[in-house]
């Protein structure tokens, strides 16, 4: 009895070989790269001190920089930034701060855009601040704003 062997062509072997070789390279690579990572993982030698009260915050300056009318016969433009702190692991918090943008924005050029230029000039920093504070905290179901920051004041 005669036996008969069939083979598959020799390029198909070859081929076959090659993308065996190829797979296991990228195992290999695969491991190597995770074993890499999770030992070169590197953890932060001082974490960010927090604030006094061990809250870590933020800063929240998305309003800008404003340019508000006074009014009066001879209006004048008053520019202001303002910024505060808030805890930015307080999400609710920070997604009301968000929202309120145009309403904050909205206060400020109500508050100051009902005194005249005269009047702004003699009026203090201190006392613009403690009022828009008010007025912000007034309006913040979910949280209220410590303090308030007036980073750029001055009229044009």
């Known amino acids: 009895m005669k036996r008969i062997e069939e083979r598959p062509p020799q390029t198909a072997m070859v081929v076959c070989k090659v993308l065996i070789v190829i797979i296991a390279v990228l195992v290999i690579i695969l491991i190597t790269g995770t074993i890499y990572g999770l030992v070169k993982r590197e953890k932060p030698a001082n974490p960010p001190p927090a604030s006094e009260t061990g809250v870590e915050e933020n800063i929240f300056s ?13 209006p004048e433009t008053v520019i ?38 005269e009047e702004i000039e003699t009026m203090d920093t201190d006392t613009i601040n403690q009022e828009l504070l008010k007025r912000f905290n007034a309006e913040l179901r979910l949280g209220q704003i410590r303090e308030l920051y007036i980073t750029d004041f001055m009229r044009l």
């Open 62 to 74: 998305s309003l800008g920089t404003l340019r508000v009318p006074t009014a009066g016969n001879d």
């Open 80 to 117: 202001i930034s303002i910024a505060f702190p808030y805890n930015k692991n307080d999400r609710p918090f920070a997604e009301e701060l968000a929202s309120r943008i145009s309403w904050f924005k909205t206060a400020i050029f109500d508050y100051l855009g009902n005194f005249t230029a």
